[in-house]
Protein backbone atom coordinates (compact mmCIF):
# COMPACT_ATOMS: atom_id res chain seq x y z
CA UNK A 1 0.00 0.00 0.00
CA UNK A 2 3.05 2.01 0.57
CA UNK A 3 5.94 2.67 -1.89
CA UNK A 4 9.27 4.29 -1.35
CA UNK A 5 11.68 5.69 -3.37
CA UNK A 6 15.07 7.17 -2.36
CA UNK A 7 17.16 9.72 -4.74
CA UNK A 8 19.44 11.58 -4.06
CA UNK A 9 23.04 9.28 -3.75
CA UNK A 10 25.85 9.57 -5.49
CA UNK A 11 29.48 10.09 -5.14
CA UNK A 12 31.49 12.99 -2.74
CA UNK A 13 34.68 13.42 -1.30
CA UNK A 14 35.45 13.38 2.22
CA UNK A 15 33.89 16.52 3.91
CA UNK A 16 31.07 17.16 1.40
CA UNK A 17 27.39 17.00 1.54
CA UNK A 18 24.64 14.94 0.05
CA UNK A 19 20.70 15.07 0.39
CA UNK A 20 18.68 12.61 -0.10
CA UNK A 21 15.42 12.52 -0.44
CA UNK A 22 12.55 9.56 -0.27
CA UNK A 23 9.20 10.06 -1.98
CA UNK A 24 6.33 7.94 -0.49
CA UNK A 25 2.98 7.31 -2.58
CA UNK A 26 -0.24 7.65 -0.90
CA UNK A 27 -1.86 9.71 2.45
CA UNK A 28 -0.47 6.98 4.78
CA UNK A 29 3.00 9.27 4.44
CA UNK A 30 1.49 11.58 7.03
CA UNK A 31 0.74 8.55 9.51
CA UNK A 32 4.19 6.70 9.58
CA UNK A 33 7.35 7.36 11.19
CA UNK A 34 9.79 7.37 8.77
CA UNK A 35 13.39 5.63 9.57
CA UNK A 36 16.55 5.68 7.44
CA UNK A 37 19.24 3.22 7.65
CA UNK A 38 22.31 1.93 5.50
CA UNK A 39 24.17 -0.90 4.73
CA UNK A 40 27.78 -0.95 3.75
CA UNK A 41 29.07 -4.07 1.88
CA UNK A 42 29.40 -6.80 3.73
CA UNK A 43 28.12 -5.47 7.26
CA UNK A 44 24.52 -5.29 8.73
CA UNK A 45 22.08 -2.87 7.90
CA UNK A 46 22.01 -0.21 10.70
CA UNK A 47 20.15 2.57 12.32
CA UNK A 48 20.74 6.01 10.95
CA UNK A 49 17.92 8.01 12.14
CA UNK A 50 14.31 8.78 12.29
CA UNK A 51 11.63 11.27 12.66
CA UNK A 52 8.46 11.12 14.06
CA UNK A 53 4.74 11.93 12.45
CA UNK A 54 4.41 15.74 12.60
CA UNK A 55 8.35 16.33 12.19
CA UNK A 56 8.41 17.56 15.82
CA UNK A 57 10.90 14.84 16.82
CA UNK A 58 14.25 13.64 15.39
CA UNK A 59 16.73 11.07 16.69
CA UNK A 60 20.14 10.06 15.21
CA UNK A 61 22.14 6.77 15.70
CA UNK A 62 25.34 8.53 17.63
CA UNK A 63 27.78 7.67 14.85
CA UNK A 64 26.12 10.55 12.59
CA UNK A 65 24.84 13.37 15.68
CA UNK A 66 25.89 16.59 14.34
CA UNK A 67 26.73 15.73 10.51
CA UNK A 68 23.08 14.26 9.20
CA UNK A 69 19.53 16.22 9.72
CA UNK A 70 16.18 14.00 8.98
CA UNK A 71 13.46 16.50 8.09
CA UNK A 72 9.61 15.92 6.52
CA UNK A 73 7.53 17.60 4.33
CA UNK A 74 3.71 15.83 4.74
CA UNK A 75 2.38 18.10 2.23
CA UNK A 76 4.73 16.73 -0.38
CA UNK A 77 5.11 13.04 0.65
CA UNK A 78 8.82 13.20 1.26
CA UNK A 79 11.22 12.98 4.07
CA UNK A 80 14.84 13.82 3.74
CA UNK A 81 18.31 13.05 4.92
CA UNK A 82 21.32 15.79 4.90
CA UNK A 83 24.43 14.37 5.35
CA UNK A 84 27.38 16.72 5.77
CA UNK A 85 31.32 16.69 6.76
CA UNK A 86 30.80 13.22 5.03
CA UNK A 87 33.26 10.60 5.50
CA UNK A 88 34.77 7.14 4.05
CA UNK A 89 32.81 5.23 6.84
CA UNK A 90 29.74 6.88 5.51
CA UNK A 91 29.86 4.56 1.99
CA UNK A 92 26.46 2.35 2.61
CA UNK A 93 22.97 2.19 0.70
CA UNK A 94 20.91 4.01 2.26
CA UNK A 95 17.13 3.24 2.71
CA UNK A 96 13.98 5.11 3.90
CA UNK A 97 11.20 2.86 6.12
CA UNK A 98 8.09 3.84 7.14
CA UNK A 99 6.37 2.40 10.58
CA UNK A 100 2.40 2.77 9.70
CA UNK A 101 0.98 0.62 12.95
CA UNK A 102 3.27 2.48 16.04
CA UNK A 103 3.62 6.64 16.61
CA UNK A 104 6.64 5.52 18.28
CA UNK A 105 10.30 5.42 16.78
CA UNK A 106 12.57 2.44 16.46
CA UNK A 107 15.96 1.59 15.65
CA UNK A 108 15.00 -1.82 14.86
CA UNK A 109 14.68 -2.88 11.28
CA UNK A 110 11.61 -5.23 11.95
CA UNK A 111 9.46 -2.21 13.33
CA UNK A 112 9.09 -0.83 9.70
CA UNK A 113 6.62 -1.98 7.44
CA UNK A 114 7.52 -0.47 4.31
CA UNK A 115 11.12 -0.04 2.49
CA UNK A 116 12.34 1.69 -0.42
CA UNK A 117 14.98 0.07 -3.15
CA UNK A 118 18.06 2.29 -1.55
CA UNK A 119 20.13 4.41 -3.03
CA UNK A 120 23.97 4.47 -3.13
CA UNK A 121 26.22 6.81 -1.29
CA UNK A 122 29.93 6.92 -2.20
CA UNK A 123 32.75 8.71 0.28
CA UNK A 124 36.12 9.45 -1.25
CA UNK A 125 39.17 9.91 0.95
Known amino acids: QVQLVESGGGLVQAGGSLRLSCAAS????????MGWFRQAPGKEREFVGA????????YYADSVKGRFTISRDNTKNTVYLQMNSLKPEDTAVYYC??????????????????WGQGTQVTVSS
Open 51 to 58: ISRRGGRT
Open 26 to 33: GRTFSRAV
Open 97 to 114: AADIVSPLWSRTERSYDY
